[in-house]
């Protein structure tokens, strides 16, 4: 009899725990083919083959397909690295494999839902179907108490009925065990030198972050604090770069604070932190409700700015932290150096860009997608979609002003990154 083999794509879902996908495959099959794709779509290249420098999140991205690795082999598993797109090489492993399925995780952006319905049209050739599964989110789609269409645009409403009427399940554990499609070369990684001074990728290490972030005398579960309103505007977990790869599940953090309430007690840390995750829910079902519209639709009262040439060197001078401002240059010179600044700072500077130096938002968005190391196509675009008057809620219109953010966060020039 035929055994049967199960492709799993892995894409932004590069962990063990809490991964339905890589669950059901193990289930459902006689062995897998655990695959991750490098697409050089994905990155610049020099004439001797190897990736450019300049994106922070490149080396973090290479460590946690790394760890993916080592995880799998650690219960008898390993991981086919390939350097290529996945509309080139995917046919020609399911036929060299014999494979009866592919699993993946589902995307919402543009960019990689094309990859999806690229490499599924191909797959539908060869009679081999291609299944979604979706486990970027807090809740699951079908959990929530209204369908995709009819998801409230106003996040107060949307975190109000979802919090109120719908769930969050318990995570799926690790596999123990993985049986394995025989590969001959199981591939190398993509070559990558970087100076980034952030944080190290993996599950291993973003579960680390995440556990150290209760340990007794953490900022997170500190209930007090001897600045007015700094633990609002000064806190942040930085569990963005492993939430964004998937190195951690949004469940995981959640059942992790939830357990930290019911040790220390709730506090307005916690809160963020929760608080933190509907958002990256809201902005994907965003997505998923009005597709690319949901940040194209942008109205702003800004001024037409002097000219083409100006705008060039505003926008360089933005970028290389040097407008003179002392906040939004130390927000830039830190986002260069690390690929990462926290969400206050992130609405800082895209203030200043768009309200102050009256500049395209989309070059603000796209350098970030280019910079940040926590890059994620819904919560990047939709947040700078908010601060310029865009999106679909009407409550963030008008909501975006400099001075006032700069009163609130002028503690944090002097704060520690």
């Known amino acids: ?88 090489y995917m046919p020609g492993l399911v036929e060299q494999y014999e494979i009866s399925e592919v699993y993946h995780h589902r995307e919402v952006a543009t960019k990689e839902t094309t990859v999806s319905s690229n490499v599924e049209d191909l797959l539908w050739k060869l009679k081999v179907n291609l299944k979604h599964f979706i486990g970027h989110t807090l809740y699951n789609k079908e959990d929530l108490p209204f369908p995709i269409k009819d998801i409230p645009d ?39 030198q970087s100076v980034s001074t952030g944080p190290s990728g993996g599950e291993e290490e973003g579960i680390k972050h995440l556990n150290g972030l209760f340990k007794e005398g953490a900022e ?12 609002k505007f000064v806190y942040s977990s930085k569990l963005s770069p ?60 800004v001024e037409t700015s002097s000219g083409a040439e100006q705008d060039e060197i505003h926008l360089q001078q933005w970028k290389d932290g040097n407008t003179g401002h002392l906040l939004v240059d130390k927000y830039m010179t830190e986002l ?30 796209g350098y970030f997608e280019q910079k940040l190391i926590d890059y994620s196509p819904a919560s990047n675009w939709g947040n700078w979609a908010n601060v310029a008057m865009g999106g679909k809620d009407p409550r963030s219109k008008n909501s975006f002003d400099l001075d006032k953010q700069i009163k609130m966060l002028d503690l944090e020039i002097y704060a520690p990154s």
Request: aromatic share 14%; with cysteine.
């Open 1 to 88: 009899m035929k055994s049967k083999k199960i492709l799993v794509w892995f894409r932004n879902d590069l962990r063990l725990h809490d991964n339905e996908m890589l669950v059901e495959a193990i289930a459902k099959s006689d062995s897998i083919l655990p695959v991750y794709f490098f697409d050089p779509g994905h990155f610049e290249y020099d004439a001797e083959g190897k990736i450019k420098e300049g994106n922070s999140g490149v080396q973090f991205l290479i460590e946690s397909v790394y760890a993916l690795r080592e995880s799998l082999k650690k219960v008898g598993g390993n991981l086919l690295v390939v350097n290529g797109r996945p509309e080139d």
């Open 154 to 192: 106003i996040f107060a409403q949307f975190k109000k009925k979802t919090e109120r009427d719908a769930i969050v399940k318990a995570c799926f554990l690790s596999p123990k065990e993985i049986s394995l499609v025989e590969v001959e070369d199981w591939g190398e990684l993509a070559e990558y």
């Open 336 to 365: 260069n150096l690390s690929g990462f600044i926290s969400h206050a700072g992130r609405l800082v500077v895209a203030t200043f860009l768009i309200y102050v130096l009256k500049l395209n938002w989309l070059d603000g968005a």
């Open 220 to 231: 997170i579960y500190a209930k007090t604090n001897n600045r007015a309103g700094a633990d």
């Open 242 to 301: 492993w939430l964004a790869l998937g190195c951690l599940s949004p469940r995981k953090v959640y059942w992790a604070v939830k357990d930290a309430e019911r040790r220390f007690g709730t506090n307005t840390n916690f809160n963020h932190l929760i608080l933190g995750l509907l958002w990256r829910d809201y902005f994907r079902f965003m997505f998923k409700k009005h597709t690319i519209h949901f940040f194209t639709d942008i109205v702003t009262d």
